[in-house]
């Protein structure tokens, strides 16, 4: 929140932090705010108790920036009074809070901010997400694939990015033998962009999927991960019956594709459909500046 500026040379003072935990309990909402956050800046263990009494208190802004400052403190005696307070009336408090939950990094926080990702503002599901990612482990993968599919464009980046960071990619792999389209098509996405070449075999396979929408991710994963191999194999899919697929293998090709790939290009451009047909004129513009041939 960093609504105040802690004044360093006041906090180095003996009996600062004495000092703050007093201005807890000031009348004036401020003082509270700016105590606060300065315990958080101080890092004493000493503070713990008392930030956690002020997440109950009145004003939201202070409750916020005490779940700030106990994440900064990393205290595991903050895990389940936090984790309570997810559930605050106000939006600026749970998306601080979760917040928080991630800096400590406590399994026990994964399920509540699962729960989260239902949440009705955006910033709450962003934070509950970045939370996630920062705790780690088996039990965030499908929770992140879930929200890559969220309706807002922020979340779906943080779960990317969430799932990138981590060792992911075997059971991202696992995921995309789901009978859920939604856990497939996330795990595609995902593995994408963590552009591992391990993946590169799955993604093929995924190219054969029944639905149209994770063959056409599976065709942008395999572009980002770069591997030559999956050119015949995207070759195939430029006369899917999918408009959104070919368009993808399509674009895949400038960044995968050979010489054959240059021909079957140069043939969309000629004659194929209307809708690929500005698609494979950049594709094959890419390729030929990808090979170095005219």
């Not at 991630?102 to 949440?119: F, H, K, N, R, Y």
């Not at 922020?154 to 969430?162: I, N, T």
């Not at 430029?238 to 790939?261: F, P, Q, W």
Request: proline content about 4%.
């Amino acid at each position: 929140m960093a609504l105040f500026k802690l004044n360093p040379r006041k906090s180095k003072k003996k009996g600062a932090v004495d000092h703050y935990i007093k201005s807890l309990g000031d009348t004036d909402a401020e003082r509270r705010v700016s105590a606060a956050e300065a315990l958080g800046e101080i890092g004493d263990a000493k503070a713990v108790e008392p930030l956690l009494v002020a997440l109950s208190d009145e004003w939201l802004v202070v409750r916020a920036a005490s779940a700030e400052a106990l994440g900064k403190l990393g205290d595991v005696r903050a895990v389940q009074p936090l984790i309570g307070a997810l559930a605050d009336s106000d939006e600026y408090v749970r998306r601080d809070v979760a917040q928080a939950l991630g800096e400590l990094g406590d399994p026990a926080a994964i399920a509540p901010l699962v729960g989260l990702l239902g949440d009705g503002w955006m910033a709450v599901r962003s934070s509950a997400v970045k939370a996630l990612g920062k705790i780690g482990g088996p039990e965030v993968v499908e929770p992140l694939l879930r929200a890559l599919r969220d309706e807002e464009e922020l979340v779906r980046r943080e779960a990317a990015s969430a799932l990138k960071r981590g060792d992911n990619t075997g059971p991202l792999l696992k995921a995309l033998r789901d009978e859920s389209v939604d856990v497939r098509l996330g795990a595609v996405v995902a593995l994408g962009e963590i552009a591992d070449p391990v993946a590169c075999s799955p993604l093929i396979s995924a190219l054969q999927d029944p639905s149209a929408e994770i063959r056409a991710a599976a065709a942008r994963a395999l572009g980002k991960i770069g591997e030559p191999r999956a050119s015949i194999h995207l070759i195939e899919l430029v006369r899917d019956g999918s408009s959104s697929v070919r368009i993808n293998a399509v674009e895949a090709l400038g960044k995968v594709g050979d010489s054959g790939a240059a021909e079957v290009l140069q043939a969309l451009i000629d004659k194929g459909d209307a809708d690929v047909r500005q698609e494979a004129y950049r594709a094959l513009e890419r390729l030929k500046q990808r090979t170095g041939k005219a």
